[in-house]
């Protein structure tokens, strides 16, 4: 900033750092997998009503001076006048407990090989032809530096993951190393085994047409993120994508979604967005009806609002997330349990479907937000009983969350479980909602 003094009206740098010890299971055989000091620097600068962009993999502040100088000759008309001003507490979410087991291969070792060896105790992982995991323990860094503020986060965490065929997985993110964590982390590949039934169910077997189906929470945060997002979003109001208006009725009156940066042990909890915006949590859907539209800085100032902390740089297809352009998008997401459990859930289905996995969700039709996708992980469930998982590539299951005229949306009836689940990025319940099957 001071190599750009008299340059610039102003200038802003997002810097990440990030570092990772991991060991990867491949049937039988562990291989470990370490990656450190990893860098990336984002900058932008303000120069009479114009914005420039550039990115590095450097902490030289000259070479970053030269690469921001460089983007100001090509610096595009932007509705910034200033980037934000925000001087929060530094956050950091990092357990003592897990930084220390994080720095002990042994011990993150001896996780991969209990992880490996609880498959492999099982009578039937003799059948399995191809079995893949691995333990993991992270930390990553940011900090958003403007002339007029700062923000910084550090944030640690576990995780581990099973998948048995390509047909069935189980994840587990923790941030803190609790001993019920590592225990989980220790059973996930008998857990995703045991979570595999040898019964196949088809289509003719079940039958089809429009099913109550629950969602796994996994499966739940990629459908909103994916499918109902761009309603949500300042940007897609300011480009007439979403004809959302606060106060709409858009779900049953007993749901309620939140987008939150404050949840702790979520990867996005953190004082500010990557604007150094700073961050809330909101009832996005409050009792059924929408509450108003997220985004970033630009955005929200077309629309004429206040910014709601949800500038992000995120990256789309191969893009790093420093040369990412900031874009609108929800942060944590929050949907607190209902009153059934999962088990109750399924007792009361005559016939229907438990879903984990769908392919082709990326392609959802954003603008009404609706999806069809072909089901690769799930199960069937008869007189409130687990049948057996779904024929691989032989389910499909397509639904719209919004109503459309007098047809109800996804969301127009759901219940959901009373357990809930942290996928690492969210903490939803299972929800219970009807699809069209086929």
Not at 330 to 340: A, D, F, N, R, T
């Amino acid at each position: 900033m001071r190599a750009l003094s008299g340059e610039a009206d102003d200038v802003e740098l997002v810097l990440w750092s990030a570092d990772e010890r991991s060991w990867a299971v491949r049937n039988r055989e562990i291989v470990p997998e370490v990656s450190f000091g990893q860098v990336a620097v984002g900058l932008r600068a303000l120069r009479g009503g114009r914005l420039a962009m550039a990115a590095t993999a450097t902490l030289d502040p000259e070479e970053n001076a030269r690469a921001l100088r460089a983007a100001l000759r090509v610096a595009r008309p932007s509705r910034l006048s200033e980037f934000a001003a925000a001087r929060p507490p530094p956050l950091v979410d990092v357990d003592p407990e897990l930084e220390a087991l994080a720095h002990d291969p042994k011990a993150l070792h001896s996780l991969a090989v209990a992880l490996r060896d609880g498959f492999f105790s099982l009578p039937r992982a003799a059948s399995i032809e191809a079995f893949e995991g691995a333990v993991g323990a992270h930390r990553t860094a940011r900090a958003v530096v403007t002339r007029r503020g700062e923000s910084t986060v550090a944030r640690a965490a576990l995780a581990a993951w099973a998948d048995v065929e390509g047909a069935h997985s189980e994840i587990v993110h923790a941030p803190r190393a609790t001993p019920e964590a590592l225990a989980e982390i220790r059973g996930v590949g008998r857990a995703a085994l045991l979570g595999l039934p040898d019964r196949i169910v088809t289509p003719e077997e079940l039958g089809t047409g429009e099913l109550p189906v629950l969602l796994h929470p996994r499966l739940a945060e990629a459908i909103l993120r994916t499918a109902l997002q761009e309603k949500l979003l300042a940007e897609s109001a300011a480009k007439g994508l979403s004809d959302l208006r606060p106060g709409d009725l858009v779900a049953d009156e007993s749901f309620s979604l939140w987008d939150s940066s404050e949840e702790p042990g979520l990867s996005s909890h953190a004082p500010t967005d990557d604007e150094g915006t700073p961050g809330a949590s909101r009832a996005v859907i409050e009792r059924g009806r929408f509450t108003g539209f997220l985004g970033s800085r630009a955005s929200c100032e077309e629309l004429g609002i206040a910014p709601t902390g949800n500038g992000f740089r995120t990256p789309m297809i191969a893009e790093p997330p420093n040369e990412a352009p900031v874009r609108d998008r929800l942060s944590g997401l929050i949907v607190e349990g209902g009153e059934k459990s999962f088990s109750e859930l399924v007792q009361g289905m005559e016939r229907g479907l438990v879903l984990v996995g769908l392919l082709g969700l990326h392609g959802a039709d954003r603008a009404r937000a609706s999806f069809s996708c072909t089901v690769y992980d799930g199960l069937a469930v008869r007189d409130g009983k687990l049948l057996g998982r779904l024929a691989p590539g032989r389910w499909n299951a397509s639904g719209r969350l919004l109503a459309d005229g007098d047809r109800p949306g996804l969301l127009s009836r759901i219940e959901r479980s009373r357990e809930q689940l942290s996928t690492g990025r969210s903490r939803l319940p299972h929800l219970l909602v009807r699809l069209e099957t086929r």
